[in-house]
Every structure is written in structure tokens, then in C-alpha cells.
DNA sequence: CCGACTTTGTGCATCGCTTCACAAAGCTAC
DNA sequence: GTAGCTTTGTGAAGCGATGCACAAAGTCGG
């Protein structure tokens, strides 16, 4: 996406690189639970699942935080990883749409540790309207705009059905936020600049279909390629 | 993963383009709706959001299925790709875990268009045992093992807090399962030949929070390396 | 101060996916 | 049958991510 020139102290991290940092934040906070002080490249891949070379080689992107002959300190590389993912701010969430999903995010158990806050909790339907949500009270979209600027959203979740989140989109987009993330099953279209994610929960099962019948017979039985003798 | 030998018809298909191909269907579910005959490689690209020499190079892998100078029949291509994902028969799906994301998942419209269908709902709380959702009745996870034999469940969602994710993992792997849905923030582990596909919302917001602290200012602040002065 | 040991950071080969660009294939009109 | 148009299927180049393997850098015991 971004078009960047590759410098001496280049800060433009590797999208695969981007993906797995949470994970290894994740995993840092662990030990630093259980008070582990330093954390080898060994450890920490084993921990975060994936390989030592690999884990390396993303920190190293960041910068030369590690100690020969010793490891990672856990609480450095904790600090530089949030700063480095922007987790040492606060980002407003709104979500919209509070069905079942949209409860289910909200009431997500501290709303991820720590970074994220959620600012409100939007539904068009004037019988969720009013409805308080561990600690919020669901607001009409019709105010969608207003609490955007009001308490400087910067992340949309849509939990709408498929039939809004276009709409949303639009709206939210125009009202200035350029990160959203996507729980309903369309392909959103937003202008340039704007980062959205999705999350498909029939995406996700149709993959494990697909290997799921994979492990099952060596593939879709080739004879057949059209039941029933229907005619192109 | 799994080592294959290239083959003429090699029915190795990329993982990329398996993770794109429900994506395809949808496109293609809307099309038929519509009443669309046939459509375009660029048109279904569009409506897919991927670019047409993406979606024509992920077509070729199931084989040839196009007409040149007309396009896809839209209910052939539909019933190839379904078939190749192993939607053309039904596959039994229990839920782990029944608190907000589970409640969410199980009241999921019509659980996805066709080609899964869900067998079980447990959970280990004693208070939600023998509640009523969707037409299910949840069962306490003292019946898991006999829950997946009984009912040929091959896939499982795991929607239970982290802490217990492992555990239920251990257990259905033991029962035979190798696909599962994982929403516990953790990373699992399986044995050999068991699939896993994680969602994680705090990990996609993370990578929002990156993108838009990038956008924000060209990355953090350089010269704050760590805050107040904390010694190493 | 030195030598043995540990672990990082990275150059390099490799792999798989993406994108371009075009020949081949099929349609329609005449 | 042929000409002209459309659109597929794919060879090949390009690009980014992965994983190996090792030199560099640091620790620790004596």
C-alpha cells in the first residue's frame, strides 16, 4: 500500500512482521506474569509459536534490542513492542451494531489489555436504544457523526448485519476515521487511505472444510464433475 | 505443510488462493441472486475486491472452467468451488464454550449459507447447562468426547475463556477432531495433521493501532527510547 | 585477561504468491 | 468461412517472506 524509500534506519516494518508482534507481546506478557526477567529468541518463538530465526528476525526490524549471549529483557522489549504498535495511547473504539456479536465485543474482557477503550456503542434498532452495556448505554446511529468527533473515535468495529455495513462504512469514513474493523460478510469499499480488517467466521470454517475433505479422501472425487447429468 | 510432488491436473492448491475462494462463492451467491447467467473474470474480480489476474490464476487451479470471450457460468462456477471446498456436504460443527462470543456464533444467521450445520453447544458452567439456544440445548463438557463420536462432529469452535482453550483442545483432538476454530487468545497446541485457524480480535485491533499511529505521525518518536528515565 | 560458551543479528538462497502481458480460444456478424 | 472482438489461461518476471547458517558480540569462570 504505503510507496516508502528504504533508508539506513528503515522504519518500514514488513506487514507479516506487523502481524505477528501481538503475538509476541502476548506472549512476553506471560513471562512477565510469572516474573520472568530475560526471554532467549528460543523461548519466546516456542512460546509465540513460530521459528527462533523468524522471531529474530522481526525484532530486529525494531532495533537491535536483544543482548548476545543472554536474550531479551521482557519488560524492554514489552514497552517497545506496545510503543512500537501504538499501545502507550489510548484509541477510542466505537462499535456499531449491538446484536449478539456486538454484545459479545463489548463485554470482552477489558477490552484487550490495555490500549483500547471503548466510547460507544451504537444500534439502529430504537429497542437496543438505551440498553446499558458493561458500563455504556447504547446510542442511536443517528449520532454516529457526533460521537465520532465528540470523543475522537479512531476505530470503527461494524457488527451489523451485511444488508448496513456499507452504509456505516461511508458514513464513518466521511466523518474522518481511517481504520475499520469488519465483522459482517461483505467486501467494504472505502476510500484510499483507509485500513480495514475483517474477521469471517464462514470464511474461516470454509478453509477448514477444505482441508477438513482433504484429510478425508485425496481431493473431491474427480469423476464426478457435474451431478446429476445437468446440461451446461 | 504437506509435501507434494507437482502433477499435470496437480490438485495442490495455494493456500492463498483457498483462503480467497469463499470469497469467490460469495461474489458469486450475490450474482445468482441477481439472476446474473455469466460473469466476467474483472467483474467477479470487482465485486470480490481482488485484483483479475489473481482471481483467473485462482480459478485455473480447479481446472478450466471458463469460456473465453464470454466469462464464468455463474451456477457452474458456484457448484466447482463449493465443491472444492467441501461445502457440498454438510459437516458437523461444535461450539466450546457458550458465554457472549459463543451465544453470538450459535444465533449466526442460518450458521453460514449451507454446508455447516451445528451439532452441539457445551459449556462447563453448571448455570448455563440445559439453556435453549437457537434450538439447541447446551450440554455440560463432561459430554464432549461423547458429543463429537455420537453426533460425527469433525469441526470445533473453541469459545472459551484462554484458560481452558488448551485443555478442550487436548480433549477433542484425543476424540479425533483435526479442524478447529480457535477464539481463545492463545496460541495452541496440537498434534501432527490437526488444522487450527485462530481469530483474534485484539490482535486485528492492534494491527488497526499500528497502521493508524503510522498515519498519525511517520512512526513513533524517535527519540523518546524509553519513558523517565528507567534504568536497565 | 583469556578462552569457552551462549545467543543475537543478518547475508543469502529459496520459496511461494502476485502481477504483467500476451497467445490461444471462443463468440458474433456477415 | 472469415474477420474482428472479447476474455480466458498461463509463462515469466518481480517481490516479499522464510529459514538456514554463521560471524559478531556479549557473558561467565578461572
Chains 1, 2 share one sequence.
Not at 2 to 21: F, K, M, Y
Not at 147 to 155: A, C, F, N, Q
Request: hydrophobic residues 45%; aromatic residues 6%.
Amino acid at each position: 500500500m504505503s510507496r516508502r524509500i528504504p533508508q539506513a534506519r528503515d522504519r518500514g516494518i514488513p506487514d507479516a512482521t506487523v502481524a505477528r508482534l501481538p503475538l509476541y507481546l502476548r506472549a512476553l506478557n506471560g513471562l512477565a506474569e510469572r516474573g520472568t526477567p530475560t526471554v532467549s529468541s528460543e523461548d519466546l518463538a516456542l512460546a509465540a509459536g513460530v521459528n527462533s530465526a523468524k522471531l529474530r528476525k522481526d525484532l530486529s526490524h525494531l532495533g537491535s534490542y536483544g543482548t548476545r549471549g543472554v536474550g531479551y529483557d521482557v519488560q524492554y522489549l514489552i514497552y517497545q513492542i506496545s510503543r512500537e504498535l501504538g499501545l502507550t495511547q489510548d484509541w477510542a473504539v466505537a462499535i456499531v451494531g449491538v446484536g449478539n456479536l456486538g454484545r459479545a465485543l463489548a463485554n470482552y474482557g477489558g477490552f484487550v489489555s490495555r490500549g483500547f477503550r471503548i466510547a460507544g456503542l451504537l444500534d439502529a434498532d430504537p429497542r437496543v436504544v438505551g440498553d446499558r452495556i458493561s458500563g455504556l448505554v447504547v446510542e442511536h446511529t443517528d449520532e454516529l457523526e457526533a460521537v465520532i468527533k465528540k470523543r475522537g473515535v479512531s476505530i470503527v468495529v461494524i457488527a451489523t448485519p451485511a444488508s448496513a455495513a456499507q452504509q456505516v462504512c461511508d458514513r464513518v469514513t466521511a466523518a474522518g476515521v481511517t481504520s475499520i474493523l469488519n465483522f459482517a460478510p461483505v467486501v467494504l469499499t472505502v476510500p484510499d487511505g483507509v485500513d480495514v480488517r475483517k474477521v469471517d467466521l464462514s470464511i474461516e470454517l470454509q478453509i477448514l472444510a477444505f482441508h477438513e475433505q482433504r484429510k478425508a479422501n485425496g481431493g473431491p472425487i474427480m469423476s464426478e464433475e457435474w451431478p446429476d447429468g445437468v446440461v451446461m
